[in-house]
């Protein structure tokens, strides 16, 4: 029995639990937004608003330089990309200098089809949009039309060629079929 075990399992072992929530972090702070179970984000929520926390207090000039340096080791514990730990405490903490908490949303979307898992979007309340940039109308329409004097659907492009060679080595050739 588990009374008074407060951490979800999620049917997996403590290692295999702890390296998915750490890998799990890692995606979320570099996307900002990341699509998993609903299980699984309801358990990343609090972790990873302890790790903004610890940011956002490392970034603030409350601390010595000695709880500096353990604060951002304990950061990347937990969070094992560079460039990622950098983003969250240059970047991401900053931005939520002035919130109590709640640094984190969770929306629903609906069961997946094949298994009929329930889904989630965790994301950044403050997130910042990453702006696509769109071609111009004339790039647009010249890259969907077809050269002049080339029709594309007649040349086998390199994946055709790869997928065909895969799927032959498993087919029986009509000369090798008896008759």
Known sequence: MRKRN???QLNRVSSHRKAMMRNMATSLFDH????????????LRPY?????????????GEMNEAQVVHSKRE???HVRDRDVAVKLLQDIAP????????????????ERDKDSA??????LVERKEK???????????????PEKGKDKK????????????WYNRFRKKKSDVPS
Request: no cysteine; net charge positive.
């Open 6 to 8: 407060k951490t979800k």
């Open 48 to 60: 990873a608003e302890k790790l903004i926390t610890r940011a956002k207090h490392t970034v603030s």
């Open 154 to 165: 007649s040349l086998p492009s390199e994946k055709d060629a790869k997928k065909e060679k």
């Open 75 to 77: 950061i990347l514990k």
């Open 131 to 145: 702006v696509r940039k769109q071609k111009p109308e004339k790039e647009r329409k010249a890259s969907s039309s």
């Open 95 to 110: 931005r939520f200098k002035e919130r109590n908490g709640g640094y984190l949303r969770i929306i629903h979307l609906p």
């Open 118 to 123: 329930k889904m989630s979007i965790i994301e």
């Open 32 to 43: 900002e937004r990341i699509i998993s179970t609903r299980a699984k984000v309801k358990v």
